[in-house]
């Protein structure tokens, strides 16, 4: 690997034997959560496309402070702190439409995907 990420293969074990000994519980959605907190976000392939749950139990995660051997950037990573008081409403406004806009275009992508693969399916 490139080690710009970190793999959890068995969530199960890693849940039972892993997270009690470095945490208060043994919940794998709490400690994603964490992550989330603190930045990091979950690896999604290409050809899973982030809609099919993947054949084997293997999570991968990503931080662009989290590299192999570069240890003096860790402290940069840190919980993202949001007061609800200092979020102005137009801000939310826009974030929603960004979202809205975005989820127009998966739509037409998956459109496009399907077609594409009833195109691929008849050539066949």
Same mark, same amino acid.
């Given at each position: 690997?490139? *080690?710009?990420s970190?793999?959890?293969?068995?969530? *199960?074990?890693?849940?039972? $034997?892993?997270?009690?000994?470095?945490?208060?519980?043994?919940?794998?959605?709490?400690?994603?959560?964490?992550?989330?907190?603190? !930045?990091?976000?979950?690896?999604?392939?290409? %050809?899973?496309? *982030? @809609?099919?749950?993947? $054949?084997?139990?293997? &999570?991968?995660?990503?931080?662009?402070?989290?590299?192999? *051997?570069?240890?003096?950037?860790? %402290?940069?990573?840190?919980?993202?702190? &949001?007061?609800?008081?200092?979020?102005?409403? $137009?801000?939310?406004?826009?974030?929603?439409?960004?979202? &809205?806009? +975005? +989820?127009?275009?998966?739509?037409?992508?998956? !459109?496009?995907?399907e077609?594409?693969?009833?195109? @691929?399916?008849?050539?066949?």
């Amino acid at each position: 690997q490139s *080690g710009s990420s970190f793999h959890v293969f068995d969530q *199960g074990q890693f849940a039972k $034997e892993v997270l009690p000994k470095y945490f208060k519980h043994n919940n794998m959605a709490s400690f994603v959560r964490q992550l989330n907190m603190y !930045g990091f976000r979950k690896v999604v392939h290409i %050809e899973q496309g *982030g @809609l099919v749950k993947p $054949e084997k139990d293997d &999570t991968e995660f990503q931080h662009p402070y989290f590299i192999r *051997g570069q240890e003096h950037l860790l %402290e940069n990573i840190k919980r993202k702190v &949001t007061s609800v008081s200092g979020i102005k409403h $137009e801000d939310v406004k826009v974030r929603q439409d960004n979202v &809205t806009k +975005l +989820l127009t275009d998966i739509q037409v992508m998956k !459109g496009k995907q399907e077609s594409m693969d009833s195109k @691929l399916v008849a050539m066949k």
